[in-house]
């Protein structure tokens, strides 16, 4: 792939870039901008270059027209906050205001664009329709950065469409986001530790299915761990439970067994008798979960046993939380997770979404990590061994 160094001299150059700023908002009040932080560095490597720098990005999921909650007005004040300069905004993505601020900006200048999505034309599975929203894109500028890692797993047109209508190049972010999964899937240092949680089994098939080829242990916790507990014939009370992936749950246990690779889950469970920060929570061994009981956290015995395989491993990638960590009384499994991590010797890896999420809201530094990722989606995905689209067109155009 081509890097920014590939574009040559950009002052003067207007020049757009797929950020990913889908940041957690509470009404108008980013609640957590680790997104925006990651995607600083690349803006302002181009803005002391002196290109006119127009950012592209989406927020949530609005339904291909313009909708205020979406509206990535707070997103771009941030930014300047962060920048410690003022940050221009356009109220609509390609129409008369983005072409006004295009065409005035000034050398050094950065100017958010309102929320892709709000075009119906961004993720149309129609090639024409994409791409006539991608023309419009590329006529803003003269050459595209991709840097929003959490969406290169998209088809989409702010991602892959632009690409191959303007000289293009690899951010930063998502350079560097390749560079970590590429340790971690081409050769990693062992012990290789992968730790998964999460509400559901389905979501991680392709990935458990990959590294089980690759990991020397497993460890599940979170809410999928109740299908592999089922799936040992274990009762789970009235714990999420997934009933038509058992047999999937089955085989992985099957497999690691014949492949040598430690499937190891949790021996005690925190449960409750309700979902609710409130409820009164109760520690039972794995295998004795009462009917009328749900787990919501693996217990502090099996907390200590994950936290230690993660402190003796040379490479550790973490998705998914051990438990709901968003309530105190079933956050103590995420927590214990997460500072072994910032302990290890080895390549440290958050592998994004609800883990990022975590770490911070339990307040761990995110330089206390290797390595979190911008993109959980986009990192299974890679993970899994797919192609993504917003990398394979990046790939294609510099050949």
Do not use: C
């Amino acid at each position: 792939m081509q890097t920014i160094s590939d574009l040559g001299d950009l002052r003067g150059k207007r020049v757009l870039v797929r950020s990913d700023l889908n940041v957690p908002l509470d009404g108008t009040t980013i609640t957590d901008d680790g997104r925006i932080r990651a995607s600083l560095p690349t803006l302002e490597r181009l803005a002391d270059a002196g290109a006119k720098v127009l950012v592209t990005a989406h927020l949530g999921r609005p339904k291909g027209t313009p909708d205020p909650a979406y509206s990535l007005k707070p997103v771009a004040q941030r930014l300047g906050e962060l920048w410690g300069q003022p940050v221009l905004f356009a109220g609509d993505t390609v129409g008369d205001e983005a072409q006004h601020i295009a065409a005035a900006l000034e050398d050094g200048q950065i100017a958010v664009l309102e929320n892709v999505r709000f075009n119906a034309g961004e993720t149309s599975k129609d090639d024409a329709e994409r791409g006539a929203f991608a023309d419009q894109l590329a006529a803003l500028a003269d050459a595209f950065v991709s840097d929003g890692f959490g969406v290169v797993h998209r088809k989409q047109a702010s991602v892959y469409d632009v690409a191959t209508r303007l000289p293009a190049a690899v951010g930063g972010l998502v350079q560097a986001e390749v560079e970590v999964l590429k340790r971690l899937t081409e050769s990693p240092e062992r012990p290789y530790v992968v730790v998964l949680g999460g509400s559901k089994v389905s979501d991680k098939l392709g990935v458990i299915d990959n590294l089980l080829e690759k990991a020397d242990a497993l460890l599940i916790g979170g809410g999928m761990v109740f299908t592999f507990l089922a799936a040992q014939g274990h009762g789970v009370g009235s714990s999420l439970l997934e009933e038509d992936q058992l047999d999937v749950a089955r085989s992985y246990i099957e497999r690691a067994a014949a492949q040598g690779v430690d499937l190891v889950l949790p021996t005690d469970i925190v449960v409750a008798p309700a979902f609710a920060a409130d409820a009164p929570a109760t520690v039972v061994a794995a295998d004795a979960i009462p009917d009328d009981q749900m787990g919501l956290d693996i217990g502090p015995e099996s907390a200590t046993v994950f936290a230690d395989r993660v402190r003796g491993a040379r490479t550790v990638f973490w998705n998914g939380p051990m438990g709901v960590f968003e309530f105190p009384a079933f956050a103590g499994g995420t927590r214990a997770v997460a500072e072994a991590l910032t302990q290890t010797d080895g390549l440290s890896v958050v592998g994004g979404g609800d883990s990022a999420a975590a770490v911070r809201q339990l307040g761990f530094a995110d330089d206390a990590f290797g390595h979190i990722s911008t993109g959980g989606g986009a990192s299974l995905e890679y993970l899994e061994g797919k192609t993504l689209p917003g990398l394979a067109i990046l790939e294609e155009s510099s050949e």
